[in-house]
């Protein structure tokens, strides 16, 4: 598992209704998350989240404030705790999707996407750091919050920097 930066969010259930929106101004859930990843980068500027965390019913939420279809199913569900296990998660997930009878959708376009194409699909720019935010499924988490995280490769320790001798060839 790797290690994250991770932001926690929070919301009242109760100011959305059915359809995803809130009653006080008609926003819907996905807009809000869109405003949690720009506080997201905000806090972390070289960083955008790839990966939201909500139970079930948040992930309901965001499927009804997105339109979904009622046999489409937000998130992936976790195999080894509260944490993404990029390697096994997919595999098992994909496993369980086989004997489903629901479309299972374990990504949405980012807030940062902002390029579609004719289709209205978000269009991936390979030169930036911006992914589609990965729906991940912890139903240890309360219906009130979710978290948005980033991966990170650093583990805290300092590191020596070490010079490598190449020896300099040349073609004659």
């Given at each position: 598992?790797?290690?994250?930066i991770?932001?926690?969010?929070y919301?009242?259930?109760?100011?959305?209704n059915q359809?995803?929106?809130?009653?006080?101004?008609g926003?819907?859930?996905?807009?809000y998350?869109k405003?949690?990843e720009?506080?997201?980068h905000n806090?972390?500027?070289?960083?955008?989240?790839?990966?939201?965390?909500a139970?079930s019913?948040t992930?309901a939420?965001?499927a009804?404030?997105?339109?979904?279809a009622p046999?489409l199913i937000y998130?992936?569900d976790?195999t080894?705790?509260?944490?993404?296990d990029?390697?096994?998660?997919p595999?098992?997930?994909?496993?369980?999707?086989?004997a489903?009878?629901?479309?299972?959708?374990?990504?949405?376009?980012?807030?940062?996407?902002?390029?579609f194409?004719?289709?209205?699909?978000p269009?991936?720019?390979?030169d930036?750091?911006?992914?589609?935010?990965t729906?991940l499924?912890?139903?240890?988490?309360?219906?009130?919050?979710f978290?948005?995280s980033?991966p990170?490769?650093d583990?805290?320790?300092?590191s020596?920097?070490v010079?490598i001798?190449?020896?300099?060839?040349?073609?004659?």
């Amino acid at each position: 598992m790797e290690k994250e930066i991770i932001e926690t969010y929070y919301y009242k259930p109760s100011d959305f209704n059915q359809d995803g929106r809130r009653y006080l101004d008609g926003k819907t859930f996905r807009d809000y998350i869109k405003e949690c990843e720009i506080d997201f980068h905000n806090r972390h500027s070289t960083e955008y989240a790839y990966n939201l965390y909500a139970n079930s019913q948040t992930m309901a939420l965001l499927a009804r404030s997105n339109n979904a279809a009622p046999f489409l199913i937000y998130g992936m569900d976790l195999t080894k705790g509260n944490s993404f296990d990029p390697i096994e998660d997919p595999y098992v997930n994909h496993v369980m999707d086989k004997a489903s009878k629901k479309v299972y959708v374990y990504g949405i376009d980012s807030a940062f996407m902002t390029e579609f194409d004719e289709s209205g699909y978000p269009v991936l720019n390979d030169d930036s750091n911006i992914l589609p935010l990965t729906l991940l499924v912890d139903d240890n988490m309360r219906n009130e919050e979710f978290r948005l995280s980033v991966p990170t490769t650093d583990n805290g320790d300092e590191s020596e920097e070490v010079i490598i001798n190449v020896p300099i060839f040349e073609y004659a």
